[in-house]
């Protein structure tokens, strides 16, 4: 031990061989390393991080940058599509509503009853009543005035109808075609703003990989994932909302012939009343 031997010398003018020829640590390495010296790692300028002039820090806040800018064009391609599909939800309920509606009342106009009978009926549920049946009342209401005028003329009867028929059957097709126009938008636009946000987001990637002089994979990936996943939010938005316009137009067509060809319906009916009279 150290001890003893520090005991031993102590008496001794000689010191041990094995401590005058002790090796130094160089004598134990290889051959090759002798002499080497070994070199330390980078150092970090605190001061530099710290006013964000280190590359560490520029390569991060250029990470954090590309997520903000694609993760914003994902979220502007968000809102027309969750915007788009409850428009198609609503739209769709609506339509249903609508179509079983005028199916019950145009049985009931079928059924014999008479015309004075459904519009005192229509005058009771004019909340809750569906457009075929507001067209009716709309033509009788004028109807009934022009006879407390004591008008007899059957043209001027029939005219007076068919007009306030037609302006609430305007009104009408306005509530059945509302949101059409902002689907046709969101089916045309949304892709080009998908598009727009995977150019975006991959113009970064690059600067991403300008500032990191790196082009590993893990370097870009982020950057161009978000950028894809605003496209495919887009296409998520313009693909159903292009689908559900074309049908809504469809249905809404359909829903414009039908209305006016009940309009025609009660003119006749009308006709064969004053008809009747006479």
Same mark, same amino acid.
């Given at each position: 031990?150290?001890?003893?031997?520090?005991?031993?010398?102590?008496?001794?003018?000689?010191?041990?061989?094995?401590?005058?020829?002790?090796?130094?640590?160089?004598?134990?390495?290889?051959?090759?390393?002798?002499?080497h010296?070994?070199?330390?790692?980078?150092?970090?300028?605190?001061?530099?991080?710290?006013?964000?002039?280190?590359?560490?820090?520029?390569?991060?806040?250029?990470?954090a940058?590309?997520?903000?800018n694609?993760g914003?064009? *994902?979220?502007?391609?968000?809102?027309?599509? #969750?915007?788009?599909w409850?428009? @198609?939800?609503?739209? $769709? =309920? %609506?339509l249903?509503?609508?179509?079983?509606?005028?199916?019950?009342?145009?049985?009931?106009?079928?059924?014999g009853?008479?015309?004075?009978?459904?519009?005192?009926?229509?005058?009771?549920?004019?909340?809750?009543?569906?457009?075929?049946?507001?067209?009716?009342?709309?033509?009788?209401?004028?109807?009934?005035?022009?006879?407390?005028?004591?008008?007899?003329?059957?043209?001027?009867?029939?005219?007076?109808?068919?007009?306030a028929?037609?302006?609430?059957?305007?009104?009408?097709?306005?509530?059945?075609?509302?949101?059409?126009?902002?689907?046709?938008?969101?089916?045309?636009?949304?892709?080009?703003?998908?598009?727009?946000?995977?150019?975006?987001?991959?113009?970064?990637?690059f600067?991403?990989? *300008?500032?990191?002089?790196?082009?590993?994979? #893990?370097?870009?990936?982020?950057? @161009?994932?978000?950028? $894809? =996943? %605003?496209?495919?939010?887009?296409?998520?938005?313009?693909i159903?909302?292009?689908?559900?316009?074309?049908?809504?137009?469809t249905?809404?067509?359909?829903?414009?012939?039908?209305?006016?060809?009940?309009?025609?319906?009660?003119?006749?009916?009308?006709?064969?009343?004053?008809?009747?009279?006479?």
């Amino acid at each position: 031990s150290s001890a003893s031997i520090a005991r031993s010398c102590a008496g001794s003018d000689v010191l041990p061989q094995s401590l005058v020829e002790a090796p130094r640590p160089n004598d134990t390495l290889p051959q090759s390393l002798r002499g080497h010296t070994p070199q330390r790692g980078p150092s970090i300028d605190v001061h530099n991080c710290a006013t964000r002039t280190c590359p560490t820090m520029r390569v991060c806040d250029a990470n954090a940058s590309c997520r903000r800018n694609a993760g914003g064009w *994902a979220t502007a391609t968000t809102w027309p599509c #969750a915007a788009s599909w409850a428009a @198609i939800f609503r739209k $769709l =309920f %609506a339509l249903k509503r609508v179509k079983a509606l005028n199916e019950t009342f145009e049985r009931e106009f079928w059924s014999g009853t008479s015309l004075n009978d459904l519009y005192a009926s229509a005058a009771q549920n004019a909340k809750t009543a569906g457009p075929m049946e507001r067209i009716f009342a709309s033509g009788m209401r004028e109807y009934q005035k022009l006879r407390e005028r004591h008008i007899q003329d059957t043209g001027t009867l029939l005219d007076g109808a068919r007009r306030a028929m037609r302006a609430s059957y305007q009104r009408e097709l306005d509530v059945v075609e509302s949101n059409l126009s902002f689907l046709a938008s969101v089916g045309s636009v949304s892709p080009y703003v998908g598009l727009f946000g995977t150019v975006w987001g991959i113009m970064h990637a690059f600067q991403n990989i *300008a500032i990191q002089k790196n082009t590993n994979l #893990a370097v870009v990936a982020p950057s @161009i994932a978000e950028a $894809l =996943f %605003a496209t495919a939010i887009g296409l998520m938005a313009a693909i159903p909302a292009y689908i559900a316009y074309n049908k809504f137009a469809t249905d809404a067509a359909k829903f414009s012939a039908r209305l006016e060809g009940f309009a025609d319906d009660l003119v006749t009916a009308i006709q064969r009343r004053l008809a009747e009279r006479t």
